[in-house]
DNA sequence: ACACCCTGTGAAAGTAAGTTTCATCCGTGG
DNA sequence: CCACGGATGAAACTTACTTTCACAGGGTGT
């Protein structure tokens, strides 16, 4: 059939401009003006119609079809987006991104969010990386048996707990937050076997957090504690530790990593516990969405 | 020209997946259907040509045209190496990992753990790479010089924005927070020229959202809306919109991406704002921290 | 030198892909 | 109930891609 002993280029998705490269002196004049446009700037040469390559290869159409065929193409459509894709992988590599760095201070605000987005994404990640699957399960396994759940947490880490709480009853498991320690210590103090208290600190050195947990586990709860220092003290009043995994602490861009990694931590938790009753949860899911539905605004279309 | 406001996809190469997304609920029924192919498998897409692409979402040529235009394409084959290019660039869903769907029933928790932070992960990397540093600078711009600053959000959102306002406030800055729609609609009536409102609402549907930020406007202040949704309501009202990009929408792990996304920006805005005044900012940081140090325990073990 | 390939090439014809137009169908609001 | 406007697909149309074919050179054998 063909009378050039077609190579493909099917089975290498990695090296297209190369492989042409590769063969450019086994083309004929008019395909290597073709292939050296291309192998110059594929990304353009993407972009071109057929017509247009042709042209700025000063031959006509039919020579670019054999030119695809020749390096293995089924046709220029498939050349283009072969282009396209290779041309999208050679890019930016992720270059001056302060890894676990500072901000530096000239810069502009696109290198500011690419290093925070960096970070974050980073903390996320590592966290996971690093999460104990075992005793998460037993975690779950905690809450999902547990008659009361008590989440406490300070400063910043109030939000976490309170989304962990607000989580929590929304698969209708009886969850309690107190952003107050008198009160939280108080609720603690009623808690017995079964039941699960949860202390998040970023630091695992908040006395609040800790004293709380304390408290609910002289009575005989199981104690989780989430902190990104698997040393802290507060892991020594904790049945379960749970870490995160955020490097720095700088104030800076710091605060906000130690924030999304335990919110991962809760994330999964959360899915965990849900994914144990799965009808049950995706049902209390659904309920609850449409308990909202009426606060938005109507046909949620283009403009309303 | 154009009936549709074309939301231009050009200036963002990182993308364009997480742009349609976005823009999927603001797409007709039939384009829905072409988007969700595409987003569900952009390197499919790619190879499709467009009448195949169209049988498939069960529709017409003409609807997927529609759709190319819709999401800022000039026409089919540019949309099609743009989703080639795309479709290279990201890493490969590592195995298993459901991209931005559902955890599988049978899946046991390190494998939860794994999607999750993937799709945690990337809904932050895909925010920060959709984020216009242009409109960030302006916001930033409008938060240095305000005299207040209020922050509103339903929900889930409420966290976001409560993390905000605490966070303005814990540099200087004048930040409110009002859980309650009445508060926060009292308040925003005494807002004025130089003053911001923030309004966070994931699906910009929240008519209270919305509301408080229609007061604010018609006061003269600036108002900010952070949602996923790009042509959603709430944009309307807002002289500056942010847009999160975490894909699902689905009840399980999509809540928890969604708040990442939100909290990325936050962290970007805040750092923002930080930077331009940084000697006041880090002293401020630094003050507040020390207020809380009483707090902590002891010279505690080994990490305090 | 001449006839004969054989290869490379582009013009033109042919086919398929993409784009536009337009009539129809629906739901909405008067 | 009708007018209106958006959504949609059929069909007309345009452009892009592919094939065919004829022809120009340049060897090669007689």
Redesign the pocket.
Known sequence: MA??PKISASQEPGGLIVHISGLLPSL????QRVARLVVADPADAARR????LATAA?????????F?RSVGM?????L?IRLAAEAARRVEPPDARVVGGDIPPGADLAQIIATIAFNDARAVEETAEQLDPAVCEQVVEAIVGASRIEVYGAGASGFVASDFQQKLHRIGRTAFYFPDVHTALTSAALLGRGDVAVGISHTGATADAIEVLEQARARGAATVALTNFPRSPITEVADFVLTTAARETTYRSGAMASRLAQLTVIDCLFVGVAARNRMRARKALEVTAEAVQTHRVGPG??RA
Chains 1, 2 share one sequence.
Do not use: L, M, N, W
Request: charged letters at 40%; hydrophobic letters at 20%.
């Open positions: 009378k050039k004929s004049p008019a395909e119609t057929i017509t247009d000063e031959t006509s159409e039919a020579t670019v079809i054999r695809c089924d046709g220029y459509p498939q283009r279309r283009r």
